[in-house]
């Protein structure tokens, strides 16, 4: 997730806690880099640092994009239930916020 897209998820995040659900930002950065980035956006998701992108590389997103001279991963959402089954995955194909799904979109998505 980058920065805009934490806070959108941010500012729904008591409908996520409602409905028995976790956030995990999955991000290919070094631990310091992730822990700064959680600390300055106060954010209430566990985050995972995942700098030789082995977790992305599972889900098939692991940085296949280039963004200010740096690979990234593609950016994705996916819901995973609580027996580890895939049940929603939306990946992008660039970085625009577009490319993106919503709040709405992954609370819309998640099995009842």
């Known amino acids: 997730m980058c920065n805009r897209e934490l806070v959108q998820f941010q500012e729904v995040y008591q409908q996520f806690v409602e409905r028995d659900t976790e956030i995990l930002v999955v991000d290919p950065q070094e631990l ?6 959680r ?10 640092s995942d700098p ?5 590389a599972q889900y098939g ?3 296949q994009l280039m963004v200010h001279q740096e690979w990234v991963n ?3 959402t996916f819901i995973v239930d609580k027996k580890g089954i895939l049940q929603y995955a939306h990946v ?3 970085w625009p916020m577009s490319e993106r799904a919503t709040p709405k979109e992954v609370l819309d998505n998640i099995p009842h």
């Open 92 to 94: 992008g194909r660039g």
């Open 52 to 56: 030789t992108a082995w977790v992305c």
């Open 39 to 48: 600390k300055k956006l106060k954010s209430p998701f566990r985050f995972l």
């Open 32 to 37: 310091f880099r992730v822990s700064t980035m």
């Open 74 to 76: 593609l950016p994705a």
């Open 61 to 63: 997103v692991a940085k």
